[in-house]
């Protein structure tokens, strides 16, 4: 059975930092493009960082400059450094692995930019 657990949020001050990384399991996710979206209320879901398994990255636009994502094959685990926050970032970020159509994702964690 496939799980990811997501950790790392909270509330932070604007212009602050928060990481977050999420640990799948249930089977080898090697080959397996790992990453994050957000939703903010009232909003569709969004990308916000993908990684490959060969370490190519791709960034929503709000985010690009800002935020660092990074994966460890060997462990199954994506992490995202999130620096100078704004309160736009506001969000339930979703830790999400997919391949070839199939996907799964995690239950969510909340960030909140606010002073």
């Known amino acids: 059975q496939v799980q990811l657990v997501e950790s790392g949020g909270g509330l932070v001050q604007p212009g602050g930092s928060l990481r977050l990384s999420c640990v799948a399991s249930?089977?080898?996710?090697?080959?397996?493009?790992m990453g994050w979206y957000r939703q903010a209320p009232g909003k569709e879901r969004e990308l916000v960082a993908v990684?490959?398994?060969?370490?190519?990255?791709n960034y929503g636009d709000s985010v690009k400059g800002r935020f660092t994502i990074s994966r460890e094959n060997a462990k199954d685990t994506v992490t995202l450094q999130m620096n100078s926050l704004k309160p736009e970032d506001t969000a339930v970020y979703y830790c999400?692995?997919?391949?070839?159509?199939?996907?799964?994702w995690g239950q969510g964690t909340q960030v909140t930019v606010s002073s």
């Open positions: 999400n692995v997919r391949r070839l159509g199939e996907g799964y």
């Open positions: 249930g089977r080898s996710f090697s080959f397996y493009v």
């Open positions: 990684v490959t398994s060969g370490g190519s990255t």
